[in-house]
T-cell receptor, first 111, second 117 residues
Framework: AQSVTQLGSHVSVSEGALVLLRCNYS??????LFWYVQYPNQGLQLLLK??????LVKGINGFEAEFKKSDTSFHLTKPSAHMSDAAEYFC?????????FGAGTTVTVRA | GAVVSQHPSWVICKSGTSVKIECRSL??????MFWYRQFPKQSLMLMAT?????????EQGVEKDKFLINHASLTLSTLTVTSAHPEDSSFYIC?????????????FGSGTRLTVV
């Protein structure tokens, strides 16, 4: 069985401030982990993914995430928020068959 | 990169009619396609998984006779909402996994907003 918990359903940051979105996973097998972004009335766009190898993963739009097996986390960060980062973010885990999504975190960016 | 085209983007239909949503992989072969439903301000709920040439596998609680899924080719899957009712109004999203890519290759369509009146 696999599952994802996203801590915080809503995060508000100032433009230029650090963005930190928290994700913890549970998986009975070595996990594949993903972060997706969704803009209103659109599908999901892949930000980054971890499969194997380097635990610090860099993605698009300046985002990165670190896989930490010790505390089963895969938190997403971006050093400096931009207004265009306002969106819904989903963490997901895969058991090599299907994706299981977290509940999502809404990010708002204050000017 | 891999692209999945989903049509229509939005559709309004009358209660009791059927609606078909198409999901196409444009530049790759998708052995597996997934259909999700998303309610406002909520996460994606997996409805069913379809493998090319075989019957779809539905998640618990999803009515297979209401949500008909066909995956007749490696580039096309369709979801038909039969005898639609207002409670079927939702955002539907498909995802395709590229053959041989295992978990590396999930690509999502842009979604379909269904409104049943």
């Amino acid at each position: 069985a696999q599952s994802v918990t996203q801590l915080g359903s809503h995060v508000s940051v100032s433009e230029g401030a650090l963005v930190l979105l928290r994700c913890n996973y549970s998986s009975s097998v070595p996990p594949y982990l993903f972060w997706y972004v969704q803009y209103p009335n659109q599908g999901l766009q892949l930000l980054l993914k971890y499969t194997t190898g380097a635990t610090l993963v860099k993605g698009i739009n300046g985002f990165e995430a670190e896989f930490k097996k010790s505390d089963t986390s895969f938190h997403l960060t971006k050093p400096s928020a931009h207004m265009s980062d306002a969106a819904e973010y989903f963490c997901a885990v895969s058991d090599d068959y299907k994706l299981s999504f977290g509940a999502g975190t809404t990010v708002t960016v204050r000017a | 990169g891999a692209v999945v085209s989903q049509h229509p983007s939005w559709v309004i239909c009358k209660s009791g009619t059927s609606v078909k949503i198409e999901c196409r992989s444009l530049d790759f072969q998708a052995t597996t396609m997934f259909w999700y439903r998303q309610f406002p301000k909520q996460s994606l709920m997996l409805m069913a998984t379809s493998n090319e040439g075989s019957k779809a596998t539905y998640e618990q609680g999803v009515e297979k006779d209401k949500f008909l899924i066909n995956h007749a080719s490696l580039t096309l899957s369709t979801l038909t909402v039969t005898s639609a009712h207002p409670e079927d109004s939702s955002f539907y999203i498909c995802s395709a996994r590229e053959a041989g890519q295992r978990t590396h290759g999930y690509t999502f369509g842009s979604g379909t907003r269904l409104t049943v009146v």
